[in-house]
């Protein structure tokens, strides 16, 4: 059974960097997309990037589209999220997460394995 450990959230400036990291044990190769989300306070969770390990193909929330990049180290089994020119509005619980199938979007309810959750918080 996949399981996922988030780390590397913490308190950054506006305009600072952060990288996340997501720990992925029992991989399944039925499990190739690996989503970031993240929810604020009295928000809906929303989608931040997906990774198509198949052939690394990504794809981006509107919100964060130039400044995060999603990646992976096969060796480690480790999902990265690189935040860069963060906002006060990034600030959130951050999520890692496991599509129920092959190929996803960035819809909530088709990712079935979710990590414990990392808090980035963003000054101004």
């Known amino acids: 059974q996949v399981q996922l450990v988030e780390s590397g959230g913490g308190s950054v400036q506006a305009g600072g960097s952060l990288r996340l990291s997501c720990a992925v044990s029992?991989?399944?190769?039925?499990?190739?997309?690996m989503g970031w989300f993240r929810q604020a306070p009295g928000k809906e969770r929303e989608g931040v990037a997906r990774?198509?390990?198949?052939?690394?193909?990504?794809i981006y929330g509107d919100s964060v589209k130039g400044r995060f990049t999603i990646s992976r180290d096969s060796a480690t089994n480790t999902v990265y999220l690189q935040m860069n020119s963060l906002k006060t509005e990034d600030t959130a619980m951050y999520y890692c997460?496991?599509?129920?199938?092959?190929?996803?979007?960035?819809?909530?309810?088709?990712?079935?394995?979710w990590g414990q959750g990392t808090q980035v918080t963003v000054s101004s």
């Open positions: 990774l198509y390990t198949g052939n690394g193909n990504t």
């Open positions: 029992g991989y399944s190769n039925s499990r190739k997309s």
């Open positions: 997460a496991a599509c129920v199938y092959l190929y996803c979007d960035l819809k909530v309810s088709n990712y079935d394995v």
